[in-house]
């Protein structure tokens, strides 16, 4: 019976958080958090000046989420192109931002989310958070996130509303499949 029961709750929860997710065209929510270098990233700042891709990734320094960031960073010439910049976005802790863009070299923020609110607002998915320990630099660090958000990747376009959602993101094929929305979109 309790599975039973477990099971409900689950799909009632399920289904409630699909119905709260953006879609696209409807208006990015505004958001503002603290980025890697612990300072305060505003999307009010930058919407209507670039296309925003947003993705939302489970935790820092892990396979496929290190091989998505290094895709996105080595396409840096290829986003200017698109009028595109991106940010990344976690329920990591901002030491632990701070550990993963070091040592990843990774040029474009980070972003905490460790109250959950800004996947919240995009109707992305979260689980419980967690901590590893990773080696940077030649000393052992333990990075903290409160929560695990989905994988998910909007774009959000100049005029401010969503242009792109992707929920089954396939880290290898995030950016080639960003850059066609945002080009199918001009």
């Given at each position: 019976m309790k599975s039973i029961?477990?099971?409900?709750?689950?799909?009632?929860?399920?289904?409630?958080?699909?119905?709260?997710?953006?879609?696209?065209?409807?208006?990015?929510?505004?958001?503002?958090?603290?980025?890697?270098?612990?300072?305060?990233?505003?999307?009010?700042?930058h919407v209507g000046k670039k296309n925003i891709i947003v993705y939302f990734y489970p935790a820092a320094m892990t396979g496929g989420c290190t091989k998505q960031a290094c895709s996105y960073r080595d396409a840096s010439k290829d986003l200017a192109k698109l009028d595109a910049v991106v940010v990344a976005v976690s329920g990591d802790h901002v030491e632990a931002l701070k550990y993963f863009?070091?040592?990843?070299?990774?040029?474009?923020?980070l972003l905490s989310d460790a109250s959950g609110d800004i996947s919240k607002a995009f109707g992305v998915p979260t689980r419980k958070g967690g901590k590893l320990i990773r080696e940077v630099e030649g000393k052992k660090v333990t990075l903290v996130r409160d929560n695990t958000p989905s994988r998910w990747t909007?774009?959000?376009?100049?005029?401010?509303?969503?242009?792109?959602?992707?929920?089954k993101v396939t880290p290898t094929k995030d950016l080639a499949e960003v850059s066609k929305a945002i080009q199918a979109a001009k």
């Amino acid at each position: 019976m309790k599975s039973i029961q477990l099971l409900l709750a689950s799909l009632t929860l399920a289904i409630a958080t699909n119905l709260s997710a953006l879609e696209v065209g409807d208006k990015a929510p505004a958001f503002s958090t603290k980025d890697d270098a612990g300072k305060v990233w505003k999307s009010e700042d930058h919407v209507g000046k670039k296309n925003i891709i947003v993705y939302f990734y489970p935790a820092a320094m892990t396979g496929g989420c290190t091989k998505q960031a290094c895709s996105y960073r080595d396409a840096s010439k290829d986003l200017a192109k698109l009028d595109a910049v991106v940010v990344a976005v976690s329920g990591d802790h901002v030491e632990a931002l701070k550990y993963f863009k070091i040592n990843d070299n990774l040029n474009f923020p980070l972003l905490s989310d460790a109250s959950g609110d800004i996947s919240k607002a995009f109707g992305v998915p979260t689980r419980k958070g967690g901590k590893l320990i990773r080696e940077v630099e030649g000393k052992k660090v333990t990075l903290v996130r409160d929560n695990t958000p989905s994988r998910w990747t909007f774009v959000i376009g100049k005029n401010g509303k969503v242009i792109y959602k992707n929920t089954k993101v396939t880290p290898t094929k995030d950016l080639a499949e960003v850059s066609k929305a945002i080009q199918a979109a001009k």
